[in-house]
Structures are given as C-alpha cells and as structure tokens.
C-alpha cells in the first residue's frame, strides 16, 4: 500500500520527466566507463550546466508564465560581446558588466513591449530579435572573437572555491535558490503561475499582467547577457556566437524539468535537473567514445518525450 | 403525406439535463414555421439534431423525411435531404471573395479547375435576386456583419435546398437588411421550400410565419397558425413556468444609493458602429439584490463588464460609487472601489485551473496578505480555510486542485474569491450556471446572507425563476437598452419576459 502510494507520488511530481532518463543513463554511462564518475568530471558537468541553468532559472517564470523567448542565445552573445568591448575600451570589470547587463535589459524591454503590449506572436517576434541582434554582433565583431582580458575578469568565470568548484556553479546556486524561493514563497511569483494557468482570470483578479510578463522578459535577457558574460570569462574570448543554438536546448531543459510548455506549473528544481541531464548526455556521450552527432537525436527524443508526459499530466488532472 | 419533415418523440439529454424531452415537430412543404422560446429552451439542441450534429444514436426519437423514416448519422444526411442550416456564428474565409464564399464546396467547373465567369455570374443573379448591392468579386473581409450574415443565409440558399433552418438571422442585421431577408424569405416559400425560423421577434412572426411553435425547458408547449395566437399568450407560454422558491431570499435592509451609472454605452464587439448597449442609466442602492434581466445577447454581460473594467474600449459612463465618480481603467480601479465580479464563465475567466483552492481563493486579495513581498503561508492557509468552511466547499482539502470540484464547489471557491477581498458591490453573471439544485439553494443562502450585511448585488439572470424569486428589483434590457423596471410584485415572468422581447 505504502509503495503504491509513493510510486503514485512520485508520477504525480512533474520533475519526473529527468530522474528516469537520468536514472537510466547513468546505469548505462556507468558499465560502459566507470570513470565518469569521478568528481572532476561531476563537476565538470555541473559547470557545463551552470552556463545554461542561469538563463534556465527566468525561463522557468517565463513559460510557466506563458511566454517564450527565442532571443536568448543572441542575448547570450550580446552580453559577452558588450563585456568585451567595454573592457578592451579599458573600462573597469564591474562597469564592462554593467553595460552587458544593461544591453540584456535592453532586449528584455524591446521583447516585453512588442509582445506583451503590441500582442505580437512571441515564437515569431523574438526569432526576429534573434537574427537582429545576431545581425548586430557580426557588423560590430565582424564574426571574429575578441580575446585577451584580464586575469581579474578572467577569474569570474575559471576561479575555483577550494580549488575545486567552479565559481559559475556556485552562481548558479545563489540564482536557483533565488529563482526557487520567488516563484515558491512570493505574491509575485504567484501572480505569475496565475498569468501563466489563465491570463483572463489572472487580469480580472486585479493582476498587473501586463507589467509581470515584461519584467519577465526583461529578466530573461539580462540573465542570458550574464550567462554571456561568464561565459566569455569562462573561456577568455568573447565569441559572437557563444549562445546561438542554446535557446532551444534551454527551454528543453526547462520543459523536460516538468515546467508546462501551456504554462501554470513549472519549479526551478526541475529546471535544474533538465540542465544536468542534458549536460550529462553530452558529456557521457563523449566519456562512452561516442560522435557528438548523436546528441541531438537523443535529445530530441527526450523532448518529445518530455512533452508527451506533460501533455498526459494535464488530460489526467483535467484540464485540456 | 401531410408533412415534409416530422421529428417523433425526440429526446436527447445530457449528463444531469434533458435538453429535448418528447419532442414531436411536423414541417408542412411551402410554409414558415417559426420556433420561440426562452434562453435555453433547447432551441439549439433541436438544430443540432435536425443538422446531423448528433448522431441518430445519440438521442432517442426519429426523424421522417417525405413521409419515410431516415437516420440522421451525420451532417451529410442532412446535406442528402436538401435541409441547410444558417447558424448565429458566421464561419467565413474573410480573404476570399464574395462569390467564393457563397459557392464554396459547390465551386461549378470541372477537373479541378473553377469556372471563375459561371461563378461570378450566378452569384450575381443570386444578389440580384435579394437585392443586395454587393460585387460577387469583393473581398469578404471589408464586409460588415450584416452583409455576411446576409452572405450565410445566400450560401445556403445558392446549395437549392427544400428545407432551410434559421436561427436567429435577424439579430445581426439592419432594418433595411431585415426587409430584404423577410421578402426573401416569403419568396422561397412562395416557390415551395419549408423554413424554419427561430425568433425572438414577435413583430417578425406575425409578419411572416404561418405557424410558431413554443418551446420551454426542452418541451413543445404549442404548436398553432399565427393567425389564431395573440401575443399575450404566446409570452405566457414562454414563461409559463412554476415558480419553485428552492430558497426564498430574506428580506434585506434597503440603504441609500452605492452605485449609479449613468450613460453607459459599449460598442459592439464584432459589430462595427453598433452599440451592443446603448445609453443606459442605472443605480445600485445597499443591501438590495438588482437583478438584470434579458435575452443573450442583450447586452447584460457586457454591462458588467464595463462596470468592472473587463471591457474599456470605447466605453463610455459615468459611474459614481459610494458619492464619488470613479474612472474605470482596469479591473484593478473597480477592485479597489470595492467591487467583485463572479464572471458567467467559470473555467474562462473565473478561476486557473492548475491552481489549489487556496491559491485560488487567495488570488485577488493577494495584495492585501500580511507582508510586501513575500505570502505569510501561514495567514493563507487559514484564510483560505475559513473561506472554504464558511461557503461549505466540499473537497478532501483546500489544497485540492480546484478542476476535481464539482461546478458548485468551483463557483464557491469563485465566490470566496471575491468574499475574501470583502467587496461592497458584488456583480454576479448567471450565479448558478451549470450547478445542481443542492449548490444552487447554498449559493441563494450565500447571496441573502451578504446582503443582511450590507453588500450589494448585480446580478444578471437568464434563470427566470431565479431572476423573479432573488431580485428586490429588476431591470430589463433587450437590443442594448432598458426596457423595463419592476419592484416586488411587479416582478413576474411574465413581465420581465414582455420587456425583454420588446425591441
């Protein structure tokens, strides 16, 4: 009785989606190479993860919101592009990051005022600002990275606590615990899981909708922008196409962490354990000696896989 | 062989609701039956049956079509009978032309290819024929909605068809347009087609029907020719309904007046140029049940609506609460002016659905939980709880999600929403859409309750019974203007009902 009540419990969490995967994967990782589970390459798929997770974390608020954002990858670009600059123009680190920040916002507001308040299709409207602002960091990078900082900038993304924890994971740890305590405990996260479960409602109820969902974009760029800047320290060079490609994988990650593609529920747990799965693919697919050309396949399939669960979770607690 | 068509013992429920109850209907050939009948008589289902809609083995009861009986297994058999239906909601590809749209799916030309020149050419004659200045060759979308709706009825007409079943077509139209269609329409009756004409329009049954058939609660209650019924009894036979007085209101202490709107007009949302209300005035006074009364379409929801701040677009009122004018923006200027809104539709507009019944009935008092930022979860779930106590909601916890509760449980979590953000003025759509008596007894307790305490209630009705028994006042609004107002006794079905179809 017990156990058929915990596996009950257990189908009914929304995080499911990974832990099976995960489960099997690391079974099979395991046989075939026992050295994946060092503590090195641990924590080296953390770190992997971390990059993705901070833009994971808005994501997270943004479609159990009911939003989308195809921009973030450019973002991403955008913001270690910016860092760049301002720190080969000989500004400080604190305010070269500033402005990356500030460039993030930027997108967020331009994203929020065209969807939200010119009600354009958010799938379409931020492809447009993706290859706008793509189009952007090739006219002023000329497609070329930008390289040679500082070791004081360099250290925010390759320090190590202990010599051991990569500083990005750590990040990554304060914007989750972050991220999890707002959309749990707070009025505004609340609001958003209402916005996101049924707009109409939310607006008759006296919620600000309008002025939730564009913080939300604007959160997500300036985030991704972070991601962007880290990232560049992570590797000491800027490259204009650090995060292209990486806005699906995120919301993939975000959507196999149990967060609902229709909106309304979506935790920033399950957000994390998505990162570290796909993270974990990749990095087990290169331990097992395999081509990385598998990788989208199995990650596909994941995905599929993740939305049909979703969508099954929804029909059996009785919405459409 | 007396009828064309003739439906036998049609009866056809729903879980909990028999929509049709031993429906008998014959339609001669050559004549214009008209159908009447209140909000849900079952005018609607009766369409969905002889549309094919429903399948023969959904319902009970069987359809004779040329004195043989037929089994109506889908839309296709109907289309086989020559019977075409004209709908309320116009389905139309509004980038294609005029002609198109009337033809379409019957297209003349041959091999796939269309004949463009017999196309534009028999629509034209079909114009002609109604007299309507329309180009066979314009784009629909520049078209107003009388026009397609003209355009629907020329689609089924163009299909030939011995059977054409209207309903409501008038209601889109203007007078000019009505001329049209009702000269029409005596003129295919003249050649020979049977129509069936549903109509709230007395005016427009005495001018063309030659027989109209009363509806209610699903029944056929008469069935005569026009020229033998007055109108008096045809409304009474519309109403005619027993008053069961499941839960007679207690009276409340009447107070001065809380609310009063004055001039209120709202645009019609998908007529363009056409007010679905038209100036009109009203007041609220405390303590005191106003009911609304009206057909769909009247204009009623939407009254509420621009009260509240759903609907701002071109609204126009004055709308003073508790002695001072207030500005509605949004529905956040109409909350903090102490009013609620129970919406008529619960699942659309009145609760999330993913959501528990504490996150739920906490949602539009979340401002005023204890603390800025963060939700003390300790207050929320004793608010929630004494909420869902207080209103009876019965459910295994309050952190059961809201979609497993039964449609009165959900409208109580709905009303507790409201209670809970302890409004002055409460606006209630249709209180007991969808729920069992029991639910509905304990919403009416709930309602009287609030008003022994001062509250003050809009509530707009199309439960005639409910409307008569809970209202201290009644207003009536029929084609977007007041048409009637009646105080105690004076509230009677049958009055409410005569204002309702006045215009």
Known sequence: MKLKEFSKSLLARNELGTILPMALLLIVVGFVNPGFFAANNILDILRTASFAFIIAVP???????????????????FGGVICAFALKAGMPVSIAIMMALLGGALIGVFNGLIIVRFALPAFIATLGVQYAINGIIAITTKNLAISGFSSAFKVLGQGKLFGSISYPILYALVIGILGHVVLTRTKYGRSVLAIG???ETAYLSGINVRGKQISIYIATSVFAALSGVLQAARFASAQPAAGSGTELTIMAAVIIGGTSMFGGTGTVFGSALGCILLATITNA????NVSTFWQNLIFGVILIAAIFIDKYRRRASGGE | MEYLLEMKHVTKRFPGVVALNDVSIGLRKGEILAICGENGAGKSTLMKVLSGSYASHEYEGEIWVDGKKSDFTSVATAEHHGIEMVYQEMNMMLDASVAENIFVGHLPGRLGGVNYRKLYADTQTILTEIGLPI???AKVRGLNSGQLQMLSIMRAISRKPRIMVLDEPTSALTDQEVNLLMDHMQRLRDSGVSLLFIT?????????ADRVLVMRDGQVISCRNVAEVDQKSLIEEMVGRKIENLYPKKKAQIGDEVLKVEHLSVPHPTIKGKNIVEDFSFSLRQGEILGIGG???????????????QITNGVQMKLTAFGKEVAIRCPGDAIRAGIGFVT???????????LSIRENITLASLPHLPGRYFIDRKVERRKAKGMSDRLRIKAPS???????????????VVLGKWLLEEPRILLIDEPTKGIDVGAKAEIYSIMSELTGTGVSIIMVSSDMPELVSMSDRCIVLSGGKLTGAFEGEAITQANVMRAAIAQ
Do not use: C
């Not at chain 1, 994501?59 to 670009?77: E, H, K, P, R």
């Not at chain 2, 008529?344 to 993913?354: D, L, M, N, P």
């Open chain 2, 200 to 208: 709230h329009k007395l005016e427009e049954i005495y001018r063309i």
């Open chain 1, 197 to 199: 479960g049924n707009a």
């Open chain 1, 285 to 288: 697919l290169i331990v097992m």
């Open chain 2, 344 to 354: 008529e539709e619960r699942k659309k507009s009145g609760f999330v659905w993913v």
């Open chain 1, 59 to 77: 994501i997270t608020f943004l479609m159990a919101g009911g939003g989308m954002d195809l921009s973030i990858g450019a973002a991403t670009s």
């Open chain 2, 135 to 137: 180009k066979p060759k």
């Open chain 2, 295 to 309: 057909l769909v379409g009247a204009g009623r929801s939407e009254t509420l609506g621009a009260i509240f701040g």
């Open chain 2, 398 to 412: 309050i952190e059961t999600r809201i979609v497993n509760l039964s449609g009165g449980n959900q409208q109580k």
